[in-house]
């Protein structure tokens, strides 16, 4: 299944090509054509960026003359179709051409390319890719740049897009700035990284010594989830060719810059949220925040806001979306449910932007113009492992659920620690309702004890973290059974979604140590009264059971009432994190980091102020925590009283030696 983001990247080049590549319509054994005429028509073919015509032209030509000169204007006829990659026509055109004999004689580097490029047009690869680039260098612009084009098709034909990519990096030196050919070339460029895997691309990051390519690298791992990370590329690279020459603006920016009409900022506000028993808790919360965001901004609070039953599924979704355009709303938000999103596709009418409250489900994409707003657990993954790298965290194991939001924070940690350089060392699954662990995190920790005397456990010394892709039950089972087999001083991560968004020290004390990703009005009670979102903060205590989704809600309408300052790549400080607008239409959400500690999470030290957090609570008195933890795990493995003394439950039951 093909991702959304390698979808946006692939139709983006395929877009830019189409504009480019010229049609042709074949050239049946060629007439005699000489002197004006031959003119005429070389010139009308080069007016009409038919090269195929040119080629024509020129095999017509050559009928009239002989030896050298014939030789001459059949080889000017290939080299036409190789300069425009028009492969497919050259077994054709070299059926009618009689020279080939003398070539050697009259050009021989260009008659070695014209060889490979004829061979690799009947499917041979192997030996025209060594005559290409056996060719000896330098040589005239003309034959370097068919050498690199050919070679560029060659890579693309064998699947090695990366160094597709480098011929084509290295074309561009050779074609003048701001022409059809260097703009086809550069879309020519991004189209063979978009069908790289991520791997091959950082590694021949770490190997190029060409800053250009280099760049393009870069960019490429950049886009798109990265977004907030480009402007700084930008800036650092103002002369590459994808800065200088608009390409990246174009990516960046064409897409919603088309789609994000001025709003009527008078004009009523529809939110569409399901009336659906499942959903209450989660639609009171989110709608409680969009009231609280209506009323706080002085530009919104006097425009009607319109609540509209969604429904569950996509007919009732549509009524609702009917019903919000038939009343005048200049913006909707919603829906809520990612089944209904890819409804809006097929709804032929003239729509308001649309703030849709979840991601499209994973066999769909995001419909044109739509923009996407979630807490998602690959956002949280993704920051997370940022973070650990700033920390200093550069090996890690993973230890995650086995079901959809696990595997979901497995697959984005995984791809963004590896993509910025980290080591995931290991990793090992739980079932969902698993509530005895010690198998899985023997192996993934490699414990070890002395065969002797008391269990004194040691865990593998080439990791220095560990990132738990589990809910909030899941980590207050696993972290006491880090600790009791040795992982105490190992960093701990996981996700926002192991706190509710409210402290609750009975019910996070087992969570101690561990960081996650959340909101910053989730730690504005830690902060103090003075805190800018302490009052939101308030009011979702006061309002609702869920203050994360209450800050959701929250920023959904701030961010739709500025969706032009986004798309202008303005960042939105939200109750949620910090909000830019990625190329592909998604709000990308930057969170804060908090640690629990006592049962509380409290801000995390930022480790780019050069003191690292320690993840490690204070362990002084191991012997007795270890007991405490003990006790904690057989109260969790038997619902026995963590109380009773050690002999109450035989250790050997948590698969000790």
Not at 194 to 214: C, M, V, Y
Request: proline share 7%.
């Amino acid at each position: 299944m093909q991702t959304s983001e390698t979808f946006i990247k692939s139709l983006t080049a395929i877009l830019l090509l189409a504009l480019l590549l010229a049609l042709g319509t074949g050239c049946a054994p060629t007439p005699v054509i000489e002197g004006e005429q031959l003119q005429q028509r070389l010139a009308q073919a080069e007016k009409d960026q038919d090269p195929e015509g040119m080629a024509c032209a020129l095999l017509g030509a050559s009928k009239q003359t002989q030896g050298r000169q014939r030789a001459e204007l059949q080889m000017q006829a290939m080299e036409v179709l190789i300069d425009a990659s028009l492969f497919e026509k050259l077994p054709e055109y070299a059926q009618q051409v009689d020279t080939q004999t003398i070539w050697p004689d009259i050009a021989p580097y260009r008659a070695q390319l014209i060889r490979a490029a004829t061979a690799f047009a009947n499917g041979e690869t192997t030996q025209p890719l060594q005559d290409a680039r056996n060719l000896p260098l330098p040589q005239e612009s003309a034959v370097e740049k068919r050498r690199l084009i050919i070679l560029a098709a060659i890579y693309e034909h064998r699947g090695d897009w990366v160094d597709a990519a480098r011929q084509y990096s290295l074309l561009a030196d050779k074609l003048d700035d701001g022409t059809p050919a260097a703009e086809k070339n550069q879309a020519a460029i991004w189209n063979a990284l978009s069908k790289a895997t991520n791997p091959e691309i950082q590694n021949r990051l770490t190997q190029t010594r060409d800053g250009i390519f280099a760049g393009w690298l870069e960019l490429s791992l950049l886009f798109p989830n990265r977004q907030s990370q480009i402007p700084a590329w930008s800036q650092g690279n103002p002369n590459h060719p994808a800065v200088r020459s608009g390409f990246l603006q174009l990516l960046r920016d064409d897409r919603f810059r088309t789609e994000i009409s001025p709003m009527d900022e008078t004009a009523p506000i529809a939110v569409l949220l399901p009336r659906d028993e499942r959903y209450k808790t989660a639609v009171l919360a989110i709608y409680e925040g969009i009231r609280f965001a209506h009323a706080a901004n002085a530009k919104t609070r006097d425009r009607e806001l319109l609540l509209l039953d969604s429904g569950t599924d996509t007919e009732q979704f549509l009524g609702a979306l009917n019903a919000a355009i038939d009343r005048g709303a200049s913006l909707i938000i919603g829906p809520l449910l990612r089944e209904q999103i890819p409804a809006i596709e097929e709804f032929n009418r003239a729509r308001p932007p649309i703030l849709a409250l979840n991601q499209p489900p994973e066999d769909a994409f995001l419909p044109q113009g739509v923009i996407s707003f979630a807490l998602s657990p690959e956002q949280d993954a993704r920051a997370t492992a940022e973070r650990m790298l700033l920390d200093g965290h550069q090996r890690a194991v993973v230890f995650h659920a086995n079901d959809r939001n696990g595997k979901r924070g497995r697959d984005a940690f995984v791809h963004e620690y590896t993509l910025l350089g980290g080591t995931v060392v290991g990793q090992s699954a739980f079932e969902p309702n698993q509530t005895d662990f010690s198998q899985q995190l023997r192996r993934l920790l490699d414990v070890r004890s002395p065969n002797d005397g008391p269990f004194i456990p040691e865990i593998r010394s080439d990791i220095d973290a560990i990132f738990i892709s589990a809910n909030a039950r899941q980590l207050n089972l696993i972290v006491p059974q880090l600790d009791f087999f040795g992982a105490d001083q190992l960093s701990r991560f996981s996700l926002g979604l192991t706190w509710a968004g409210r402290n609750n020290p009975e019910q996070d004390m087992d969570k101690n140590g561990t960081i996650i990703p959340t909101e910053p009005m989730l730690l504005s009670e830690t902060r103090g009264p003075d805190d800018p979102m302490r009052q939101a903060y308030e009011q979702a205590l006061i309002t609702t059971k869920q203050p994360r989704l209450f800050a959701f809600g929250a920023d959904a309408l701030t961010a739709g009432t500025q969706l032009t300052a986004l798309a202008d790549n303005q960042v939105i400080d939200g109750l949620t994190g910090r909000l830019t607008l990625s190329v592909n239409g998604v709000i990308e959400r930057t969170p804060v980091f908090g640690q629990f500690i006592a049962g509380r999470v409290k801000p995390a030290i930022d480790p780019r102020t050069g003191r690292l957090p320690s993840t490690v609570i204070d362990y002084n008195q191991r012997a007795r925590d270890r007991q405490v933890a003990e006790q904690k795990v057989r109260g969790a493995l038997y619902g026995q009283d963590p109380m009773l003394p050690a002999h109450a439950s035989p250790v050997s039951n948590l698969s000790t030696p």
